[in-house]
């Protein structure tokens, strides 16, 4: 594929672009993460139970879900400047809802509210990058742009339990918004001013979108339902099974969360270099599927080395499959429907969040054992990885159609 017009004309990018969409990446989910380090603070200010604190990560991504095609077409149709101010007021106006919701309706209100604004991160940061950023530099950007998630939260499990305690969960709430308010700063003189890409459609139905993002986003689904199941659950996992101390098991989710948060700027850069990506989730996924094998034969051997090694697996290849996923879609979807793709894709991706742990927890409980509900992680990444063997068929037709 040659090279555009459009893509010789690109000017040199701030070098803070990369910084504010990381941070465009963390800001959206940080209010839900902010409730949950420090639960036990809002649990017991509040009066609510577990299940109704579950309720709010799963309210957060059906939002998502729910958003994602009409910040899609928002992408393809807005300025990456005003789609990035929306994306950091709405996470600023979140946090400040958490902070002052005088009951468990408001915090479901201001969770919801963060959902919505999160379903915005994906599209406009894979359109901002598609149309400022050359073919073969996009890789390592990409990578470090998805990792802003793992940052956020890992960021808000370190710092804000400490300043909960020092000033109250609604104090820290505070304290993150100051991100969102960076965020809200850096947009004007970090991202470039110009005009929607030439050929921009934002009318264009979803279904004239080419054929890969379906496949891709079907991938999504399923690899995200494993994801965010095997990333709830290890830790209780470890906990009830292997007879870990507390504070260990809780450490087993921050090996997968930081080799991911490694591994997904390092896989960026490598799937840079590869012409066809598909053949690369299909490994991704084969491999997280291996890992989850480890978490399984770690009960069984009662070996929690198994079980750390699982974690580090999963994290460097489960974990990392999204930057890889993103990178697919910018690669085989014209400019001017990057946004609403991505929203597209995003829509599997959340719908697969909330119904993986959902699942999870069903398996085991009717089963009053983990062994089905890991024997059904492993499935979903054995599926994942045959929906990237197929899809590979339809990269060279969506090449040709562009």
């Given at each position: 594929?040659?090279?555009?017009?459009?893509d010789?004309?690109?000017r040199?990018i701030?070098?803070?672009f990369?910084l504010?969409?990381?941070?465009?990446?963390?800001a959206?989910?940080?209010?839900?993460?902010?409730?949950?380090?420090t639960?036990?603070l809002?649990t017991?200010?509040?009066?609510i139970?577990?299940?109704r604190?579950?309720?709010?990560?799963?309210?957060?991504f059906?939002?998502a879900?729910?958003?994602s095609?009409?910040?899609?077409?928002y992408?393809d149709?807005?300025?990456?400047?005003v789609?990035l101010?929306?994306?950091?007021?709405?996470?600023?106006?979140a946090?400040?809802?958490?902070a002052?919701a005088?009951s468990y309706?408001w915090?479901?209100?201001?969770?919801?509210?963060?959902?919505?604004?999160?379903?915005l991160s994906?599209?406009?940061?894979?359109?901002?990058?598609?149309?400022h950023?050359?073919?073969?530099q996009?890789g390592?950007?990409?990578g470090v742009?998805?990792?802003?998630?793992?940052?956020?939260?890992?960021?808000?499990?370190?710092?804000?339990?400490?300043l909960?305690?020092?000033?109250?969960?609604?104090?820290?709430?505070?304290?993150?918004?100051?991100?969102a308010?960076?965020?809200?700063v850096?947009?004007?003189?970090?991202?470039?001013?110009t005009p929607?890409a030439?050929g921009r459609?934002?009318?264009?139905?979803?279904?004239?979108?080419?054929?890969?993002?379906?496949?891709?986003?079907?991938?999504?689904?399923?690899?995200?339902?494993?994801?965010?199941?095997t990333?709830?659950?290890?830790?209780?996992y470890?906990f009830?099974?292997l007879?870990?101390?507390?504070?260990?098991?809780g450490?087993?989710?921050?090996?997968?969360?930081?080799?991911?948060?490694?591994?997904?700027?390092?896989?960026?850069?490598s799937?840079d270099?590869?012409?066809n990506?598909?053949?690369?989730l299909?490994?991704?996924?084969a491999?997280?599927?291996?890992?989850?094998?480890?978490?399984?034969m770690?009960?069984?051997m009662?070996?929690?080395?198994?079980?750390?090694?699982?974690?580090a697996?999963?994290?460097?290849?489960?974990?990392?499959a999204n930057?890889?996923?993103?990178?697919?879609?910018?690669?085989?979807t014209?400019?001017?429907?990057?946004g609403?793709?991505?929203?597209?894709?995003?829509v599997?991706?959340?719908l697969?969040?909330?119904?993986?742990p959902?699942?999870?927890?069903?398996l085991?409980?009717?089963?009053?054992?983990y062994?089905?509900?890991?024997?059904?992680?492993v499935?979903a990444?054995?599926?994942?990885?045959?929906?990237?063997?197929?899809?590979?068929?339809?990269?060279?037709e969506?090449?040709s159609?562009?």
């Amino acid at each position: 594929m040659g090279t555009s017009a459009f893509d010789r004309a690109r000017r040199p990018i701030p070098r803070t672009f990369g910084l504010t969409l990381t941070l465009s990446m963390g800001a959206g989910p940080l209010a839900l993460y902010t409730l949950t380090a420090t639960a036990p603070l809002v649990t017991a200010d509040l009066g609510i139970g577990g299940a109704r604190l579950g309720v709010l990560p799963a309210t957060a991504f059906a939002l998502a879900a729910l958003v994602s095609p009409v910040a899609g077409r928002y992408a393809d149709r807005l300025s990456g400047r005003v789609v990035l101010a929306v994306l950091f007021a709405g996470a600023g106006l979140a946090l400040l809802g958490v902070a002052a919701a005088p009951s468990y309706g408001w915090l479901l209100a201001a969770v919801a509210l963060s959902g919505a604004t999160q379903a915005l991160s994906n599209p406009v940061t894979n359109q901002l990058i598609a149309a400022h950023v050359s073919q073969g530099q996009r890789g390592g950007l990409m990578g470090v742009k998805q990792s802003g998630v793992q940052m956020s939260q890992f960021g808000a499990g370190l710092l804000l339990p400490s300043l909960a305690l020092w000033w109250g969960w609604r104090g820290a709430a505070l304290a993150a918004a100051v991100v969102a308010a960076a965020g809200l700063v850096m947009v004007r003189s970090a991202v470039p001013a110009t005009p929607p890409a030439p050929g921009r459609d934002p009318g264009r139905r979803p279904a004239d979108l080419p054929v890969a993002v379906w496949w891709l986003t079907g991938y999504a689904l399923v690899s995200g339902a494993a994801l965010q199941a095997t990333n709830v659950y290890l830790p209780l996992y470890g906990f009830e099974r292997l007879e870990m101390p507390v504070r260990a098991a809780g450490l087993t989710a921050a090996v997968a969360g930081g080799v991911g948060l490694v591994a997904r700027i390092a896989w960026g850069r490598s799937a840079d270099r590869v012409r066809n990506p598909y053949p690369l989730l299909s490994a991704l996924a084969a491999v997280s599927a291996l890992a989850v094998g480890g978490l399984l034969m770690a009960e069984t051997m009662h070996a929690p080395a198994l079980l750390w090694a699982g974690a580090a697996l999963f994290g460097a290849s489960g974990i990392a499959a999204n930057v890889v996923i993103m990178l697919a879609l910018v690669r085989t979807t014209p400019l001017s429907v990057v946004g609403s793709a991505s929203g597209v894709l995003a829509v599997g991706l959340y719908l697969g969040f909330a119904l993986g742990p959902v699942c999870f927890g069903l398996l085991a409980d009717a089963a009053d054992s983990y062994r089905p509900a890991w024997f059904g992680v492993v499935a979903a990444n054995v599926l994942a990885a045959g929906v990237a063997f197929a899809g590979r068929r339809v990269r060279r037709e969506d090449r040709s159609s562009r």
